[in-house]
């Protein structure tokens, strides 16, 4: 009879899906097991096939472009999170995980756009509040920079990394009093960060403070004797309170310990007069 047949055919198509179910179910559940075992070229091929069954689904998008970010494949990955983000573009990790792809790739304009659609969705990413704030730093637009970087620190207010690039971006915008204010309660509480007083004696400079700038970089040539911007600084701090001769002992000391960035001492203004004075010159060509 014909109903039985439609019957019949209704069965078999119920079958056939139950099987494609089971085998994506099945397929994900192995994708899973390899991704955490980190055995990611097998993940990606479970995924694959989960595709295959399911069709285009977000989270097998997303999972791909997770293992393909993991293997460094990052054009790949951004071709991943690109269709996974089109999928359903009010979830934020695609978002999230575009904006570090393209910044691995160089491609600044694309990791900055995919930052900010991710902020339109949650304002207070950190991730994206502190690449933003890199990214605008980098453009010299520290106005902007700033502002990413008070986001972030109004949540996470003991950041080193974001704590310094903050002060980097007031030094920059000449607010040098609230550079010192935040720096300085930065290196009580991490007295031997090398980037965090750096910065804060160059805000002391900036500020005409050059007695306490020059505390600061003397102790930066102590933590890192290799740093040589500590060591321009720290002789730049002793010309500015009028004493040559130990800008001159800081280069001897600087050169005692493999100091070779000699081209800048040669051409920064600050150091017109300690290169006219023949002490320097025997130095300069030893």
Partial sequence: MPHRRLLFLLALLALVALDACNAADLARRRADRYFGEGMYPEAMAEYENVLQAEGDSYDTYYSLGDCLRRLNRWEEACARFEQAKALAPQYPEAHERLGECY???????????????????????????????????????????????????????????VVTSYGAALIALKKYDTAIQMLEKFVLSQPAHVNGRFNLGVAYMGAHRNDDALREFTVVTELAPSFADGWIHLAAANVRLGDMQRAIDVFERAKSRGFSDWERVETDPDFETVRQLDRYKALAKR
């Fill in 103 to 161: 910044g691995e790739l160089k491609q600044t304009d694309k990791a900055e756009a995919a930052w900010l659609e991710l902020l339109k969705l949650d304002p207070k990413r950190l991730k994206a509040n502190d690449a933003m704030g890199d990214i605008n730093f980098d453009r010299q637009r520290y106005e902007a920079a700033a502002g990413y970087y008070e986001v972030y620190l109004s949540q996470k207010p003991d950041d080193e990394g």
